[in-house]
């Protein structure tokens, strides 16, 4: 039997900002309604569903694996856009990117507070 991730909910203060964040910044699809969520689709068939809330959102983290002309993209667009970004999850290396494994990684939060990751190469390499 074959197990594959499929969709995730993503808790927003705005929905459609924080989706249209991700997905602009990504080079994903534009989010489409999905019933009541607004949904990023990956490029794996993978869906965050983003969900309006009122209350607290405590930051979760999500990390995607990039091909390096999608990194070179995003660190672009977040570099123009003076989007605070670091190269560690901490938050001590401010504006700067990492190289673990031999690839490269960037930390970055959406408008609600999540804390996004994008890597080029998995840590351990697997």
Known sequence: MTVRFNHT????????????FL???LGLPEPQPFGHFMAVKLSDGVALDYAQTDGDIPGQ???????EDVF???ITKIRERGIQH?????GHRSNEINT???GRGVYF???SGHYMEAITVPYGGW
């Open 61 to 67: 983290h999500y990390a995607f694996l990039v091909s």
């Open 72 to 74: 070179d993209s995003l």
């Open 109 to 111: 939060q959406d408008p």
């Open 100 to 102: 673990h494994d031999g």
């Open 86 to 90: 670091w190269a560690d999850p901490r």
């Open 23 to 25: 997905a602009e910044l």
């Open 9 to 20: 909910v993503v808790a927003a203060k705005d929905k459609v900002r924080s989706a249209n």
